[in-house]
């Protein structure tokens, strides 16, 4: 496995830090807080993108805690994250300084540091439509809501109320779903054939706001929300909705970007009506997109098809070392498997967007 290891930017000011911070194709800049911006944990919420595990732990199809899954984590093990390596969740965790992998909630061996550092409740296949992840099996939002509040008792019990309160409204808290809901349960499967696309995607935005909501009640304040991706550029709905050229599916990107406009809006909203939250919307199509349709500007050769196996059609159980292959350099291809980026494209993704996450939290 690669060493990637960051570098530090000492900076005296925020501004200073930021001009300081340089974009790398494969190295994420590890940035040095300002004095009073402090975040003492990491917590995720979503689908697979921040998924680091608890679908080990669930009876679901949706899986990946077998190889070639994790070749570039940490000794090669498959850790249940969908992804060669680590993903954003680990990755942004790192970037503020917290720790370099951020563990699931369900992991048997969950230590109390790691309480006290954040986990993630993220579930592969999840989404906001509640019937996404009964589709696959999955752990919906609402559970992990459920999860969420046993996670607080123990840091109440760990630390006492005071600290807690702290650690709920000083670190950083991950949203990232929305891709499943429109590519499988919309387009794929057609679980919601009374829906147009519009109403469909206010059903998401909706959703969505209210899960911010109830973040809100617990005491959340930093709350990043990522918007849905070029889903029609993913190289499995290239399969499914591109023809015979494979192009973009250009109805799943629209999709996308009617989700995009109105949770961006839902934030706006909340940002005026909820006294001293700080909601992020994190536009993550713009850049993803320009990286597929310009792989070569940040290094990738390979931008239309996974590496694991033909890269069309594999993910999840598909995507295993009896019958895939693995591409013979990882770090050439955007996806790793037919649905999910590799390691490397996480890493060119942070460094474009790590600026809007410290400005927007100070």
């Known amino acids: 496995m690669k060493d990637n290891t960051s570098r530090s930017i000492s900076c005296s000011s925020l501004k200073l830090c930021l001009l300081s911070i340089l974009f790398l194709t494969e190295t994420v800049v590890a940035i040095k807080l300002p004095p009073n911006l402090k975040i003492p944990a990491l917590i995720a919420f979503g689908d697979s993108i921040v998924d680091t595990g608890n679908n080990n732990n669930v009876q679901t199809v949706v899986k990946c805690n077998f190889q070639p899954y994790g070749i570039n984590f940490q000794g090669g093990v498959p850790t249940g994250r969908f992804c060669d390596g680590r993903n954003p969740a680990d990755l942004l965790a790192e970037e503020v300084g917290i720790k370099s992998v951020v563990p699931a909630y369900l992991d048997p061996n969950l230590s109390p540091k790691d309480l006290l550092t954040g986990v993630s409740f993220a579930s592969g296949g999840s989404g906001y439509d509640p019937i996404t992840p009964k ?6 939002l609402q559970k992990q809501l459920e999860y969420f509040e046993e996670y607080i008792e123990k840091l109440k019990n760990l630390v006492g109320g005071e600290r807690k309160d702290f650690i709920l409204a000083n670190s950083l808290f991950l949203l990232v779903a929305g891709s499943d809901d429109i590519a499988n349960t919309y387009y794929d499967l057609h679980a919601r054939p009374h829906y147009d ?3 469909y995607t206010t059903l998401m935005a ?3 706001s209210d899960f911010v909501n109830k973040l809100y009640g617990y005491g959340v304040r930093r ?3 990522f918007g849905a991706p070029p889903l029609g550029c993913i190289p499995s709905q290239r399969t499914l909705g591109g023809g015979l050229l494979r192009e973009c599916a250009e109805y799943y990107n629209d999709a996308a970007k009617l989700f995009n406009l109105k949770i961006s809006t839902k934030l706006d909203h909340l940002r005026k009506t909820l006294p001293g939250i700080k909601p992020v919307y994190i536009n993550i199509y713009d ?3 320009d ?3 310009n792989p070569t500007k940040y290094g990738f050769g390979e931008s239309n098809k996974g590496c694991c196996g033909t890269g069309a059609i594999e993910v999840a159980v598909l995507c295993n070392r009896i019958t895939s292959s693995v591409c013979s ?3 050439s291809h955007v996806f790793w498997d037919s649905y999910h980026p590799t390691e490397k494209t996480y890493k060119v993704l942070v460094s474009l967007l790590i600026n809007k996450f410290v400005n927007q939290f100070l």
């Open 291 to 293: 990286i597929i349709q």
């Open 223 to 225: 709350l990043a929300v």
């Open 135 to 140: 589709l696959v099996a999955a752990i919906s």
């Open 197 to 199: 696309v519009d109403s």
């Open 206 to 208: 909706n959703s969505a």
């Open 329 to 331: 350099d990882v770090s």
């Open 287 to 289: 850049p993803l997109y």
